[in-house]
């Protein structure tokens, strides 16, 4: 599903900040991404979302060469790749109801069609009682589980996470990784960059590591 | 994954996941904030724009009408005219001139101005109160056509030839002039359109790029879940839509106010002398029904050119950062 093949990335004239990346990720595996701050983690899951292009090698995703695809390609790609930032990237101006449904409307769903799976959801990660508040009245805690519920509402093949656990309590925390775990056995391929130690233990799933640059699995 | 299979495995959890599941559809907001300073004063300037617009294409469609009422009205007469020559009798002359005209097919009613009459065509330039009796005045015939297609001019200049000191005036100059003059009015309220419409185009493009900037955070977001360049295009298009047929309205319906404002008060309120005047321009200021229905359609010309505009700005944004 996932192949980089000696794959590097600079921003502008910098140094190369990733360097030597040759992996494949299988179609529904479970993985970590870990490694210290600064190691590259936010870049490498812009390269694997294609918001980013490698500045050496080539990245091939559901059996097609990125570099080649072009830009309306790419976006219809990224259509499967569900993404949690953390920083959250909620819209302001929209519910958290529209912004979890924000991925199928852009897919031209209609609401009347979708309003129930993401009332459901919602109400799983514990915002049933806060789908029609603004982000900015939302919590941290809050503001990162709607984030969460917005990239898996379209059943994504592929669901990347930046700390998607950092502004949660354990409990939910926990939950959240079993909810990922689900999408991952329903046929889901995740990848989660983490720092948190218990996470890694309590899931014994493949480790990229991620250090000055260069990746190992372990 | 089945798109029809329930999202998630609730487990425990069910009973009160779908407690909560039922939710009051409404109408979604808007991906694009319609409500901003930046729209707000866009609108504002659209509304002016269109209110130029249609005070423009107003002040060309009355003249233009006025043009054709002038030219049809001058059209349907010629004036004969019997200059004074010594031993020539002039009563003889206007009777002989009036015979001739008559006889010319496509004319209608002929009628010899009296003394006083063609004395009075004088005064605008020699005032009121002269005893125009010690001048020889020339004497006039107006002819009125029946047919102005069956009447021939030339004819007519032909037969008056032998009565001496008598001269055709169709009013060809006068015609002329006038169509020269409505044709340059016509012609600058055209350009003076093409200017605002330009600066309505170059402020939408300002203002798209603007909004744009603005709202960089919404642009990459919906790049992120995968929304294609023209359904981001499509949601800015619709806004600036919304924003040029609000903005489009408010400045039509300004513009027609005014012209039934001006209309009454020309009409009603002005000195006699200066309604005159101004209806010599404008007619009665009246757009007609037609008139009226080109100045609404600007509003959704103006809305549609916002749309085109924005969507095309936004398009090339969109390549830019791509």
């Given at each position: 599903m ?5 794959v ?13 990346l ?6 529904g ?13 936010t ?33 219809d ?9 953390q920083?959250?990237?909620l ?8 912004n979890v ?5 852009v ?7 979708y309003s ?12 049933g009682?806060r ?5 900015p009245?939302?919590?941290?805690g809050?503001?990162q ?29 926990t939950?959240?990784?079993?909810l990922?775990?689900?999408?991952n056995r ?6 989660i960059?983490t720092h948190?130690?218990s996470?890694?233990?309590?899931f014994p ?14 | ?12 959890d ?30 504002l300037?659209?509304a002016?724009?269109?209110?130029l ?15 054709i ?5 001058v ?11 010594d ?20 004319v ?21 109160g002269?005893d ?8 006039m015939?107006?002819v009125e056509l029946?047919d102005?297609?069956?009447f021939?001019?030339?004819?007519l ?12 005036d169709?009013?060809?100059?006068w015609?002329q002039?006038l169509?020269?003059?409505?044709g ?15 600066a309505?185009i ?11 900037a ?6 990459d977001v ?9 359904f ?30 001006v ?5 009603n309120?002005?000195p006699?002398?200066a ?7 404008f007619g009665r ?7 009226l ?23 090339r ?6």
């Amino acid at each position: 599903m996932i192949e980089f093949d000696d794959v590097a990335l600079r921003y502008g004239d910098g140094p190369e900040i990733l360097r030597n990346l040759t992996f494949k990720i299988a179609p529904g595996s479970f993985h970590f991404l870990t490694g210290p701050s600064g190691a590259g983690k936010t870049s490498l899951l812009k390269l694997l979302l294609l918001s980013l292009k490698p500045t050496r090698g080539h990245i091939n995703m559901f059996g097609r060469n990125t570099g080649r695809l072009s830009q309306d390609q790419l976006l219809d790609m990224r259509r499967h790749i569900g993404i949690v930032f953390q920083e959250f990237r909620l819209l302001d101006h929209l519910t958290t109801f529209e912004n979890v449904a924000l991925p199928l409307r852009v897919q031209g769903q209609k609401e009347s069609d979708y309003s129930e799976n993401v009332a459901e959801l919602l109400t799983w990660v514990g915002l049933g009682d806060r789908m029609h508040a603004h982000p900015p009245l939302l919590s941290g805690g809050e503001k990162q589980r709607a984030a969460i519920a917005r990239a898996v509402i379209a059943k994504p093949d592929i669901l990347l996470a930046d700390e998607p656990t950092g502004n949660v309590d354990p409990d939910l925390s926990t939950r959240l990784l079993h909810l990922f775990a689900q999408l991952n056995r329903m046929g889901t391929t995740v990848i989660i960059a983490t720092h948190e130690r218990s996470l890694l233990e309590d899931f014994p799933t493949p480790r990229m590591i991620l250090h000055e640059g260069e990746l190992t699995i372990e | 994954m089945s798109s029809d299979q329930t999202f998630v495995d609730y487990g425990e959890d069910e009973p009160r996941a779908r407690r909560t599941t039922h939710i009051r559809l409404h109408r979604a907001t808007p991906i694009v904030p319609q409500n901003s300073v930046a729209g707000r004063t866009l609108m504002l300037l659209i509304a002016i724009m269109t209110f130029l617009s249609c005070i423009t294409l107003g002040g060309v469609i009355l003249v233009q009408k006025s043009a054709i009422a002038w030219s049809s009205d001058v059209g349907r007469e010629v004036t004969i005219q019997i200059r004074p020559i010594d031993g020539q009798d002039m009563d003889s002359n206007l009777r002989a001139s009036k015979s001739i005209a008559e006889a010319i097919p496509g004319v209608g009613n002929v009628r010899v101005l009296s003394a006083e009459e063609s004395g009075k065509l004088l005064e605008p330039w020699l005032g009121a109160g002269l005893d125009l009796t010690v001048l020889d005045i020339p004497r006039m015939i107006a002819v009125e056509l029946s047919d102005p297609r069956e009447f021939d001019a030339d004819q007519l200049a032909e037969n008056l030839s032998t009565i001496k000191g008598a001269s055709l005036d169709t009013h060809s100059a006068w015609r002329q002039q006038l169509n020269a003059m409505s044709g340059t009015m016509v012609l600058t309220g055209v350009l003076v359109l093409l200017l605002i419409i330009v600066a309505t185009i170059l402020a939408v493009v300002f203002a798209t790029r603007g909004t744009m900037a603005s709202n960089r955070t919404i642009v990459d977001v919906l790049h992120f879940i995968g929304a294609s360049n023209a359904f981001i295009a499509g949601e800015f298009q619709d806004r600036f839509l919304n924003l040029g047929l609000r903005g489009g309205a408010a400045g039509g319906l300004g513009a027609i106010v005014f012209f039934i404002i001006v209309g009454t008060v020309s009409t009603n309120y002005l000195p006699s002398e200066a309604g005159s005047q101004l209806s010599a321009f404008f007619g009665r200021f009246s757009l007609g029904w037609d008139g009226l229905l080109l100045l609404i359609l600007v509003v959704p010309i103006i809305a549609g050119l916002t749309a085109l505009t924005s969507r095309m700005t936004v398009r090339r944004f969109l390549t830019q950062i791509s």
